[in-house]
C-alpha cells in the first residue's frame, strides 16, 4: 500500500474517532498530577496501551511508560512519538486539584490524548505493517520544572538523578534504543493568522536554591546584635538587576527569582532567607556566564551584611534546537491536512523544556499548535478548539510517521544520517556535570 492510502486511512480512522479522543484529554484534565506523582495518569495510558496489545515498559523515571510498536516491514529505526503527564501548580485554574493546586494549564492532557490516539489508529487500521521501522510511544513525567524541595528529595534518596522525565529518561538508558523524536505543544498565538508553527528555538535554564543564613536577634531592642540575612538577600538582587545591561540581547538572557522564605518571626531579625530562580538564556555558553554574575552577585549580598550563603546549583533545560529535516516532514503534512497558509516558521521563545536536552543528543522536533485562549501557566489558560487541538494534531503526527517509516523507513534514515547533535550523550552528561555538578 502506498504512504498516500496509508495516510488516508489513518485520517478517517482519527476523525472517526474524535469525540473519543477530545473526551480522554478531558478525563485526564479532570485528574491533574504534579511531576513524579502522575500515578493516574499513567494507569490510564497503561490500561490503553494495553488494550491495544502494545507492550510496555513501566516506571521509567518514577511514573514514565514506553510501548513499542514494532514496524511490519523491519526495523531499521525507531522513532520516539512523546507526550507529557504532567499537570503545574496554579490553584486558581477552574479545573486545579482543590488538595494539590495542581492543574492542566499547560495543554498536556491534550498531548496524551493525542498520543494514545496516533497509536490507536496505527494499530487498529493495520497501517503498522507498512512501516519499516518501530514507534516508541513515550508518557514523559515531570516536564515542568518545579517542586524543588520534593524532587531534590527523590534526588537525594537516588530514585532520580535529574528533575525532569526525558533527562532522567535519557540518563538512566530508557532513550539509548531512540533514533529520533517528536512530540507536539499547545501554545498561545505567537505569529499572526497561523495554527501550526515549526523550528524555532527555546532557552536553555539553571535553576538555584539560594540559602542566607544569618543571625537572629530582637528586632526592637538589639538588632545591632544580629545579622539580617533578608537584607543580604535584598543587595544580592539589587546586585543581580545591576547586572542585567551586561546581557547581550541576541543572547534572550531571564532571570527571575523568587523569596520562598524571608525570616522566621517579624520581630526578630531574620536570619534563614530562603530565594529559588531560574536563569536562561539562548546558548550554553551565554548561560554559564549569566550563572557566574548572580552567583557574585548573591556572594556580594552576603558579603556585604556579614552573612553566609550557599548557592545550590539544579539541572534546568539544555537550549532547544530543531531539526530542519524532521520539520519538513511534519510541515508538509500540516501543510496537507491545515492549509499551508496557515503553516509558518516559529520564533525563538525564551521559556524551556527539557525537550531541548534530547535535542542536544538526537534529531527533534517541538512543533506548536496555536489553539490556547488565556496564557501559558495562568488561571486563564483554555483550549479554544478542542477539534484543532486534539483531532487535527493527530492527523498530522500520524502523517508524519507514516512518512518517516514507510518504504523501507528510507526518510526516517535519511534524517539520522544528515543529523549532527552538538553532544553525545556522554558529553551531554559531562556539561551538567560541568554546570551543575552531582
Given amino acids: 500500500m502506498d504512504s498516500a492510502s496509508i495516510k488516508k486511512n489513518v485520517i478517517d480512522f482519527i476523525e472517526g474517532h474524535a469525540d473519543e479522543i477530545i473526551a480522554t484529554g478531558d478525563q485526564i484534565a479532570s485528574h491533574p498530577e504534579l511531576g513524579f506523582q502522575e500515578y493516574k495518569t499513567s494507569e490510564l495510558v497503561k490500561e490503553r496501551f494495553g488494550q491495544l496489545g502494545l507492550s510496555y515498559q513501566e516506571d521509567l523515571a518514577v511514573t514514565g511508560i514506553k510501548a513499542n510498536l514494532t514496524g511490519g516491514a523491519g526495523n531499521k529505526c525507531r522513532v520516539a512519538y512523546m507526550a507529557e503527564l504532567d499537570a503545574l501548580t496554579c ?18 492532557h491534550v498531548q496524551t490524548a493525542v498520543m494514545l490516539a496516533v497509536a490507536q489508529a496505527m494499530v487498529e487500521t493495520k497501517a503498522v505493517q507498512y512501516l519499516g521501522g518501530d514507534i516508541a510511544f513515550i508518557s514523559v513525567p515531570a516536564e515542568e520544572l518545579g517542586q524543588f524541595e520534593f524532587r531534590q528529595s527523590l534526588r537525594k534518596k537516588g530514585i532520580i538523578s535529574f528533575l525532569t522525565g526525558k533527562q532522567e529518561m535519557l540518563a538512566k538508558g530508557a532513550l539509548d534504543d531512540i533514533d529520533m523524536a517528536m512530540m507536539m505543544h499547545m501554545q498561545m498565538p505567537k505569529v499572526e493568522g497561523k495554527v501550526i508553527t515549526i523550528g524555532g528555538s527555546m532557552n536553555g535554564a539553571i535553576a538555584k536554591n539560594i540559602f542566607y543564613k544569618g543571625v537572629t536577634a530582637h528586632a526592637g531592642s538589639g538588632p545591632h546584635l544580629g545579622v539580617n540575612a533578608l537584607n543580604a538577600a535584598m543587595i544580592g538582587l539589587q546586585a543581580i538587576h545591576a547586572q542585567r545591561e551586561t546581557f547581550k540581547e541576541e543572547d534572550c538572557v531571564r532571570v527571575h527569582p523568587m523569596i520562598t522564605k524571608g525570616g522566621t518571626l517579624v520581630n526578630s531579625v531574620p536570619d534563614d532567607v530562603r530565594l529559588e530562580l531560574f536563569v536562561r538564556a539562548k546558548n550554553v555558553d551565554a548561560l554559564t556566564s549569566a550563572c557566574e554574575k548572580v552567583d557574585r552577585a548573591f556572594k ?32 508538509a503534512n500540516a501543510a496537507d491536512i491545515l492549509g499551508k497558509n496557515l503553516v509558518a516558521e516559529g520564533p525563538h521563545l525564551n521559556g524551556s523544556t527539557d525537550m531541548g536536552d534530547l535535542s542536544q543528543v538526537m534529531p527533534t522536533i517541538h512543533p506548536w499548535i496555536h489553539v490556547v485562549k488565556g496564557k501559558l501557566h495562568a488561571e486563564d489558560f483554555e483550549i479554544e478548539n478542542p477539534y484543532l487541538a486534539y483531532v487535527q494534531s493527530a492527523k498530522i503526527a500520524a502523517c508524519t510517521l507514516v512518512d518517516l517509516l514507510v518504504n523501507g523507513a528510507q526518510k526516517a534514515l535519511e534524517i539520522k544520517a544528515k543529523s549532527n547533535p552538538p553532544m553525545t550523550k556522554e558529553q551531554w552528561l559531562a556539561k551538567w556535570e560541568e554546570l551543575v555538578g552531582k
Fill in 300 to 331: 556580594a549580598g552576603a558579603d556585604a551584611i556579614g552573612a553566609t550563603v550557599t548557592i545550590e546549583n539544579i539541572p534546568g533545560y539544555m537550549p532547544r534546537k530543531s531539526d530542519e529535516n524532521l520539520d519538513s516532514v511534519f510541515e
Fill in 91 to 108: 490553584p486558581a485554574h477552574p479545573k486545579a486539584d482543590p488538595a494539590t493546586g495542581a492543574a492542566h494549564a499547560c495543554g498536556h
